[in-house]
């Protein structure tokens, strides 16, 4: 049975793919907060992985790095640690857990890291030049990490548009405001956790050998399409 290691587990995406995978997988999760589950494949640590030491962890196959934000304000607003903060949270907490494990994913047969960006890097959307930055390094982070740890570990990412999860409670708070996300992307939808955790597993299993280096837009159309 592989280990798959996910920083944030106990909300939206994290936690979808923790519900997905439990039964034919050992899920080791890190989170701020706890899930409250109970089951035998399912081991968790609540620890900040910016601020805490990182527990020690026996194997592993795959990490996946969860944490992001969404701190959205015009530019004259923005603070130098808006910008820091949005780079620590999306950037340096998987730098850190990366350079961490590295040893221990070397050793699993099939290893690989998935991560996160967003579909801001590509569509110039006013004020997300913090979020957008720090998301655009991720997507370099994952193309430059693919080709150093070729052909030993794959490293991807996908890069989703607006999701149904906590993080983006102020911008679907009320039905008005979801009827407009939905109908800003050409397939009239936004995303669920659920459709983006079932992606993330279909990346860092098996089935998807051949991928690395790859930025996945989850988009319903937004990014490539005008209709």
Do not use: W
Request: glycine fraction near 4%; proline fraction near 5%; charge should be positive.
């Amino acid at each position: 049975m592989k280990s798959v290691l996910i920083i944030g587990g106990s909300k939206g995406i994290g936690k979808s793919l923790v519900s997905l995978l439990l039964d034919t997988t050992k899920i080791i999760s890190m989170s701020r907060f706890s899930s409250e589950i109970k089951h035998p494949n399912f081991k968790e640590f609540l620890c900040d992985v910016l601020n805490d030491e990182l527990p020690e962890i026996q194997n592993i196959d795959a990490i996946v790095y969860c944490p992001g934000s969404i701190n959205l304000k015009p530019i004259s607003r923005l603070k130098k640690d808006d910008f820091l903060n949005d780079f620590s949270i999306n950037v340096l907490g998987a730098v850190k857990v990366i350079q961490e494990y590295l040893p221990i994913l070397k050793q699993s047969n099939t290893p690989n890291i998935l991560m996160f960006s967003s579909v801001a890097t590509k569509m110039g959307m006013p004020f997300h030049a913090s979020v957008a930055s720090s998301k655009g390094a991720v997507e370099g982070l994952v193309k430059s990490l693919a080709a150093e740890f070729a052909p030993l570990i794959r490293v991807n990412a996908i890069a989703p548009t607006l999701t149904n999860t906590s993080l983006a409670t102020k911008l679907l708070r009320n039905d008005r405001l979801k009827e407009m996300s939905a109908e800003r992307h050409p397939l009239k939808k936004y995303l669920q956790p659920e459709e983006v955790a079932e992606l993330a597993s279909f990346i860092i299993s098996d089935k998807a050998q051949s991928l690395s280096g790859q930025i996945f837009e989850m988009d319903y159309g937004i990014v490539n399409l005008k209709v």
